[in-house]
């Protein structure tokens, strides 16, 4: 055997264990949680407050939530992104209570304080009990509004086609984590040996919502071609707000929270 042979051998032997690693661990690159408890600091002065509901596998989930600050008022559930916790998302999301809406801010097992291990059908069902809890606490299906952050768009969507919410609002939305993966991932076969897809371009032509899409134009994340492409699949009425100097985690920073708010009046 010559050397170059063995070369390539080492090569080859190197990339397939490459490629393994990755395939092991890849839920640990997609879904990066911190693992602390909620401080009061985060939400004091929101309104906001801890609650707890089941999921239906049996964990227990602790979330933050504020009823409408008016009986004719909608309360927005956010399904958030891949990192961090709820908490880091308090901030954000307050001019929204300040303009009267409801708010809960799911949080998923294996975040925050919740046990559990993140995985595709586990945020499914941690989605459907907090639908579920506010069903229970009289805050019907027509006054919610879905607000899927990056990763949270799979779960956003996944909903808005089984029952007509007043909105959907879908914050750089994706195809799917495979087309995403392919394209940080071009030298190993990506697409092929993600787990968790969640395909949201196998759904969004059955939403029964009014959507609203915001994609920033320089998000280096998930790409604005996946979002425009989400966005000319969904069924009417529809609306989108391509941010040009916005990134992944910058939208709020283009006066966009009055854009968002002039799209639910309107809807």
């Known amino acids: 055997m010559t050397k170059i042979s063995l070369i390539m051998i080492y090569g ?17 690159l997609l ?28 964990i227990l989930l602790t979330s933050l939530f504020k009823k409408p600050s008016k009986s004719d008022n909608n309360t927005i559930v956010v399904f958030h992104g891949n990192a961090g916790h709820i908490g ?5 999301f307050k001019p ?29 069902m941690d989605s459907k009990a907090a639908l579920d809890f506010l069903n229970n606490h009289n805050i019907p299906v027509h006054k919610t509004i879905l607000y899927g952050e990056s990763l949270g ?18 914050e750089a ?9 392919m394209r940080q991932y071009w030298y190993i076969p990506a697409k092929w040996l993600v787990l968790d897809r969640y395909n949201i ?18 998000d280096k994340i998930i790409n604005i071609e996946f979002g425009k492409r989400v966005f000319n ?7 989108a707000l391509y941010i040009p100097d916005a990134g992944h985690n910058n939208l709020y920073e283009f006066n966009t929270y009055k854009k968002v708010i002039s799209f639910l009046k309107q809807n």
């Open 96 to 124: 929204f209570i300040d303009e009267g809406y409801g708010l809960l801010l799911l949080e998923y097992r294996g975040y925050g304080e919740n046990t559990g291990k993140p995985t595709e059908n586990g945020l499914y």
């Open 201 to 218: 371009m196998n759904k969004i032509k059955s939403i029964k919502s009014p959507l609203l899409v915001l994609h920033g134009l320089k």
């Open 12 to 28: 080859i032997g190197i990339y397939l264990l490459v490629i393994l690693i990755m395939f092991i661990f890849q839920r640990s």
């Open 153 to 170: 768009c799979g779960l956003a969507v996944k909903f808005s086609t089984t029952d007509s919410f007043k909105a959907t609002i879908l």
């Open 31 to 58: 879904y990066q949680p911190s693992k602390e408890k909620l401080d009061i600091s985060y939400y004091n002065n929101t309104g906001l407050e801890k609650i707890n509901f089941t999921t239906l596998d049996g």
């Open 88 to 92: 880091h998302r308090v901030h954000k």
């Open 233 to 239: 699949s969904a069924p009417k009425p529809k609306k």
């Open 173 to 181: 939305p994706y195809t799917s984590i495979a087309d995403v993966a």
